[in-house]
T-cell receptor, first 113, second 114 residues
Framework: DAGITQSPRHKVTETGTPVTLRCHQT?????MYWYRQDPGHGLRLIHY???????DKGEVSDGYSVSRSKTEDFLLTLESATSSQTSVYFC????????????FGPGTRLTVL | GEDVEQSLFLSVREGDSSVINCTYT??????LYWYKQEPGAGLQLLTY?????DMKQDQRLTVLLNKKDKHLSLRIADTQTGDSAIYFC??????????????FGAGTQVVVTP
């Protein structure tokens, strides 16, 4: 998985609780992305980062925030989890440049009850 | 929602060729990608094609691009059981703020039968 880890790999939580997912890379890539995967929807971009402390919104950013204080870590926070945020979350990294090939982590399965 | 469209399911016999089809949104899209997802795993980049190419071949994989019809296909020759997976087509739409923002199709589940 190109030196990308995600933690936790599985989480069950209750509606209204805060949740933070972590993505860690050892490749020193500049770009990091958070996607969610839902049946019938493919992957949809939540937020992405183009450098330390530089982040921007993706297609489905409502209800999510991110932070990147170090090159290697990109955190995704659900301030108050809802059942609609039950999903599989993937982190990806990229070097940037013309093709911006993205490499994906193993995913985190989040269930909000 | 999905602007990149794929058929959801494909069944193929071992040893036959598989063809997975995709239509994408914008004829100006510069790069188009195929990713593979095996059960319980993340996505693995299979191949990509530049919009100035009509075809790209990489071992058992052949990508065909028809820009006029905005149609992309992935052909897998001599399909093996290890090719059973979900295959995603993706594009990076044109536009200054779209760079790096992959748009994925819903994925095609390929099942290879003996």
């Amino acid at each position: 998985d190109a030196g990308i880890t995600q933690s936790p790999r599985h989480k069950v939580t209750e509606t209204g609780t805060p949740v933070t997912l972590r993505c860690h890379q050892t490749e020193n890539h500049r770009y990091m992305y958070w996607y969610r995967q839902d049946p019938g929807h493919g992957l949809r971009l939540i937020h992405y980062s183009y450098g330390v402390k530089d982040t921007d919104k993706g297609e489905v950013s409502d209800g999510y925030s991110v932070s990147r204080s170090k090159t290697e870590d990109f955190l995704l926070t659900l301030e108050s989890a809802t059942s609609s945020q039950t999903s599989v979350y993937f982190c990806a990294i990229g070097k940037g440049g013309v093709t911006d090939t993205q490499y994906f982590g193993p995913g985190t399965r989040l269930t909000v009850l | 929602g999905e602007d990149v469209e794929q058929s959801l399911f494909l069944s193929v016999r071992e040893g036959d060729s598989s063809v997975i089809n995709c239509t994408y949104t914008d004829s100006s899209s510069t790069y188009l990608y195929w990713y593979k997802q095996e059960p319980g795993a993340g996505l693995q980049l299979l191949t990509y094609i530049f919009s100035n190419m009509d075809m790209k071949q990489d071992q058992r994989l052949t990508v065909l691009l028809n820009k006029k019809d905005k149609h992309l296909s992935l052909r897998i020759a001599d399909t093996q059981t290890g090719d059973s997976a979900i295959y995603f087509c993706a594009e990076i739409p044109p536009g200054g703020d779209s760079w790096g923002k992959l748009q994925f199709g819903a994925g095609t589940q390929v099942v290879v039968t003996p």
